[in-house]
Antibody, heavy 122, light 108 residues
Framework: EVQLVESGGGLVQPGGSLRLSCAAS????????MDWVRQAPGKGLEWVGR??????????EYAASVKGRFTISRDDSKNSLYLQMNSLKTEDTAVYYC?????????????WGQGTLVTVSS | DIQMTQSPSSLSASVGDRVTITCRAS??????LAWYQQKPGKVPKLLIY???TLQSGVPSRFSGSGSGTDFTLTISSLQPEDVATYYC??????????FGPGTKVDIK
């Protein structure tokens, strides 16, 4: 059974940093691209970014709203995905989901974690 | 950047009704479109990808169609468990995902 479990959320002041983790199990983590998606309270879904697999040099893409502030990384030996968030703003307050990406031809997110809440407030 | 719109933003229908949600892209995206369902307080779930391919395990009352700029998600016979917000999501040559704003579906 595919499982994705996020951790590391919490309360942080504006301008601060936070690192989220996502522990994966039930599939060959190293084969897959992995993504982060967020959802502000009462709002819609916003894609944050992705990391590709080793075969694709672990390259990353980011949404314009987080580019230069957030960094996605992974440790295939630990089946783990990470999101390093710096220079946090109040508008970064959201539930952050990790998700597995599949389908090179028609990419989509087929499994999602339960999410971890990040609150940016003074 | 390619923008996604959805209509309506919300709808209320009776059990058994046929429900159609529309997603429109500001530029053609071929069939690089997926649909997700998010029930209240729950995690998003993939329903359809490549515009019309049903994800494994999804009930057959859900279907998708379209290509280019205009796409639809249809629920052929609305059930109480279908109360949710539905999001379209596109993928384009810029290698980014973009979600539509969502359509909230309730039971009348």
């Amino acid at each position: 059974e595919v499982q994705l479990v996020e951790s590391g959320g919490g309360l942080v002041q504006p301008g601060g940093s936070l690192r989220l983790s996502c522990a994966a199990s039930g599939f060959t983590f190293s084969d897959h691209y992995m993504d982060w998606v967020r959802q502000a309270p009462g709002k819609g879904l916003e894609w944050v970014g992705r990391t590709r697999n080793k075969a694709n040099s672990y390259t990353t893409e980011y949404a314009a709203s987080v580019k230069g502030r957030f960094t996605i990384s992974r440790d295939d030996s630990k089946n783990s995905l990470y999101l390093q968030m710096n220079s946090l703003k109040t508008e970064d307050t959201a539930v952050y989901y990790c998700a597995r990406e599949v389908g090179n031809g028609r990419p989509r997110l087929d499994y999602w974690g339960q999410g971890t809440l990040v609150t940016v407030s003074s | 950047d390619i923008q996604m719109t959805q209509s309506p933003s919300s709808l209320s229908a009776s059990v058994g009704d046929r429900v159609t949600i529309t997603c429109r892209a500001s530029q053609g995206i071929s069939n690089y479109l997926a649909w997700y369902q998010q029930k209240p307080g729950k995690v998003p779930k993939l329903l359809i990808y490549a515009a019309s391919t049903l994800q494994s395990g999804v009930p057959s009352r859900f279907s998708g169609s379209g290509s280019g700029t205009d796409f639809t998600l249809t629920i052929s016979s609305l059930q109480p468990e279908d109360v949710a917000t539905y999001y379209c999501q596109k993928y384009n040559s810029a290698l980014v995902f973009t979600f539509g704003p969502g359509t909230k579906v309730d039971i009348k």
